[in-house]
């Protein structure tokens, strides 16, 4: 079982590129989430989406943009990428957001911009 | 997020000693989640709490939900050094909305 998948898994970028981090699920789930973890911060809601073709902006959006054109895949975009988005990237999904079982993970992304 | 605290944000304790670990909240937390990470590692999932007064055990480790869905604690009992890492609450704060946001985290030592 493939679970939630997260591509690519470590990415070195310079400031100014751009880049995609793509989350697909295979267990048919609505909810989608986008997440950063930093030393001392815990993590982070990035974007998060409630079904397909939906998104909308969580604690720390700015810089970043999402897509969700299929149920099963969720994008997370960098325009232009700055030194302070270096961090670690989760992805994660569940069957509906709070009332429901687990919440399942990616096993993260390292994203270092120089 | 501020808007979850958790406490303390570090803990250094000796093996076979008990601890809790405690989530805030000055809203309803709706679904709430504990979980942990080990370092440089993923998530694992631990428990999730829905109602107040809710407490749900796994080995070592218990959960509550408090009865006014604002407060969860995580008490670990004579504690392994298996259980060293960072532990995280997870909820939705905003009444189902899906908007799911975490805690700082805890990191949790524990010393032979």
Redesign the interface.
């Known amino acids: 079982n493939a679970g939630v998948t997260q591509t690519p898994k470590f990415r070195v970028l310079k400031t100014g590129q751009s880049m995609t981090l793509l989350c697909a699920q295979d267990m048919n789930h609505e909810?989608m989430?986008w997440?950063r973890q930093d030393p001392?911060?815990?993590?982070?809601?990035i974007h998060?989406s409630?079904g397909e073709g939906t998104t909308?902006k969580?604690?720390v959006p700015d810089g970043y943009n999402v897509s969700r054109l299929k149920k099963q895949n969720f994008l997370l975009g960098l325009e232009s990428a700055a030194p302070s988005q270096t961090s670690v990237y989760?992805c994660?999904s569940?069957l509906?957001?709070?009332?429901?079982?687990?919440?399942?993970?990616?096993?993260?992304s390292r994203l270092t911009v120089l | 997020s501020q808007e979850l605290e958790q406490s303390p944000q570090s803990l250094i304790v000796q093996e076979g000693k008990n601890l809790t670990i405690n989530c805030t909240s000055s809203k309803t937390l709706y679904g709430l989640y504990w979980y942990k990470q080990k370092y440089g590692e993923g998530l694992i999932f631990l428990m999730m709490l829905q109602k107040g007064g809710e407490e749900k055990s796994h080995e070592k480790i218990t959960a509550k939900l408090d009865e006014k869905k604002q407060q969860s604690s995580l008490h670990i009992t004579a504690s392994q050094p298996s259980h060293a890492g960072i532990y995280l609450c997870g909820a939705d704060v905003e009444s189902n909305t899906g908007k799911l946001i975490f805690g700082q985290g805890t990191t949790l030592q524990v010393k032979p």
């Open positions: 909810y989430y997440y001392g911060m815990g993590l982070r809601l998060y409630v909308a969580g604690e989760f994660a569940s509906i957001a709070g009332n429901t079982g687990e919440l399942f993970f990616g096993e993260g």
